[in-house]
């Protein structure tokens, strides 16, 4: 009896090390879920990186007065996100900017957040003269680069949909019995820059059953701001379907729209 436990506490040991190693080595894997390439017929620009790598993004009505630049989740292609975001302004009245991530759709490069985070630093950049007034808006892991844009440029509206506080703490939840901490290489820490934003105004969407954010980290992450928000749960809606329902459509084209 006394060797099966011995035996089986070896085992217990053996496992938490292995699963804990390949929980470091393939982290990657689990934050970044690259889509390949979808044909389709958007207009598409190309914007150069840092490095010299081509940033590719769908480009809808270029011209009008308000661009807004969508920055979308670790999962799925960007071209789901154009046809959401003209479904939900049939009227053409925004230019929008609809970033692929490194990697993503057989693209150049591979996504790392320091990488991505100077990327749209350059993409604002490079559309900031063309435009009165610029909206971004982030989606799931969009919402760390949307808020870490926010506040190192200026801009006129920061809309978050399904946001979180970081990954850490997500991650604390998931894997508790890991020091996820040391773990981590990407933080993701969304709330060392919300804070910081150069905007007030600010606009907080939310899926009434999340199945991948946890209601707690998106609340942490709301408790934590120190200016007055708009904030929206929209009911029958989770993570994934948010933006394909007519009411998470309706609340982020009223968003876009309130001043």
């Not at 979308?72 to 009227?91: L, T, V």
């Not at 993503?104 to 009165?132: A, F, M, R, T, V």
């Not at 969304?190 to 991948?212: E, G, H, M």
């Not at 933006?243 to 609340?251: A, C, D, N």
């Amino acid at each position: 009896m006394k060797t099966i436990i011995l035996k089986t506490i070896k085992f217990l040991i053996l496992f938490y090390f292995i699963f804990g190693l390949l929980l470091y080595l393939f982290q990657d894997n689990l934050i970044y879920h690259k889509a390949k390439y979808v044909k389709h017929n958007f207009k598409t620009i190309n914007i150069k990186s840092f490095d010299n790598k081509n940033i590719n993004l769908i480009t809808l009505n270029e011209g009008k007065d308000t661009a807004v630049l969508y920055l979308m989740g670790n999962a799925g292609s960007y071209i789901y996100a154009a046809k959401r975001m003209n479904q939900i302004d049939p009227n053409k009245k925004y230019s929008y900017y609809i970033l692929n991530y490194r990697g993503y759709s057989g693209k150049e490069g591979e996504p790392k957040q320091n990488l991505i985070e100077k990327d749209i630093l350059n993409i604002y950049d490079s559309i900031k003269n063309k435009y009165k007034k610029i909206i971004v808006v982030g989606r799931s892991l969009g919402t760390y680069f949307a808020t870490y844009l926010a506040s190192k440029r200026e801009i006129n509206k920061l809309i978050l949909i399904t946001p979180f506080d970081s990954i850490e703490n997500i991650g604390k939840d998931r894997f508790w019995i890991y020091p996820v901490k040391y773990l981590l290489k990407e933080k993701y820490n969304t709330l060392k820059y919300i804070n910081k934003v150069k905007t007030d105004n600010i606009y907080i969407i939310l899926a009434d059953n999340d199945n991948v954010v946890p209601f707690k980290n998106s609340k942490n992450l709301i408790n934590h701001i120190n200016k007055k928000i708009k904030y929206k749960k929209v009911k029958k809606t989770t993570h994934l379907n948010i933006l394909w329902t007519q009411q998470g459509k309706s609340t982020l084209k009223a968003a876009l729209e309130i001043k």
